[in-house]
């Protein structure tokens, strides 16, 4: 079973930009969150995709934004970078049809360096 | 919201020894508590998880303890090897929404 693919690994982009990362899945995964990583924030929840509905957001401001498709890849937007938007983006799938809480599978992540 | 505490940011212990860290929750109707493993440059693993009608689970060399009426887990690593060194996580789950401990740098010494 392949894992969960995050396209693309590495981007550079100025200030002012916008951005879209994508994530595929594992199939028959349907959730899908989006996580932003930095050194010594740990990983902080963005939001979380089900069947297309963005179900629970994090405390982020509105210039990201994610959506999910009906074969459950989802693709986060972040429009107007800052220096400060610089991170590992990693977004993971569960199985958790029954929101119970469930392992999650990251994929290896994308870099973002804003400058 | 969730907001979860992890201690200690760095922890350094020779092998062979046991390495502790402990997590703090906020949010009481929170129902599962995974820990993950991040290896340098990797993504992270799950290692071990427990649900909050259980108060202690083992796996090999590793366990994880839950109180509920305190909102603390904790996360035991026995007899310590050098591959042990990763930076863990813990969480916890409520309603969609998975939330990370800032996370713990284990150094495990020869």
């Known amino acids: 079973k392949a894992g969960v693919t995050q396209t693309p690994r590495y981007l550079i982009k100025t200030r002012g930009q916008q951005v879209t990362l994508s994530c595929s899945p594992i199939?028959?995964?349907?959730?899908v969150s989006w996580y932003q990583q930095t050194p010594g924030q740990g990983l902080q929840f963005l939001f979380e995709?089900?069947?297309?509905?963005?179900?629970n957001k994090g405390n982020f401001p509105g210039r990201f934004s994610g959506r999910q498709f009906s074969n459950s890849r989802s693709e986060m937007n972040v429009s107007t970078l800052e220096l400060g938007d610089s991170a590992l983006y990693l977004c993971?799938?569960?199985?958790?049809?029954?929101?119970?809480?469930?392992?999650?599978?990251f994929g290896q992540g994308t870099r973002l360096t804003v400058v | 919201g969730e907001n979860v505490e992890q201690h200690p940011s760095t922890l350094s212990v020779q092998e062979g020894d046991s390495a502790v860290i402990k997590c703090t929750y906020s949010?009481?109707?929170?129902?599962?508590f995974p820990w993950y493993k991040q290896e340098l440059g990797k993504r992270p693993q799950l290692i071990i998880d427990?649900?909050?009608?259980?108060g202690e689970k083992k796996d090999q060399r590793i366990a994880v303890t839950l109180n509920k009426t305190a909102k603390h887990f904790s996360l035991h690593i026995t007899e310590t090897q050098p591959e042990d060194s990763a930076v863990y996580f813990c969480?916890?789950?409520?309603?969609?929404?998975?939330?990370f401990g800032t996370g713990t740098r284990l150094q495990v010494f020869p």
């Open positions: 993971a799938s569960s199985f958790n049809p029954d929101r119970v809480g469930g392992e999650a599978f």
């Open positions: 949010d009481s109707a929170s129902n599962y």
């Open positions: 199939s028959g995964h349907r959730s």
């Open positions: 427990i649900r909050s009608n259980v």
């Open positions: 969480a916890a789950y409520n309603t969609d929404k998975l939330i």
């Open positions: 995709y089900f069947s297309e509905t963005q179900r």
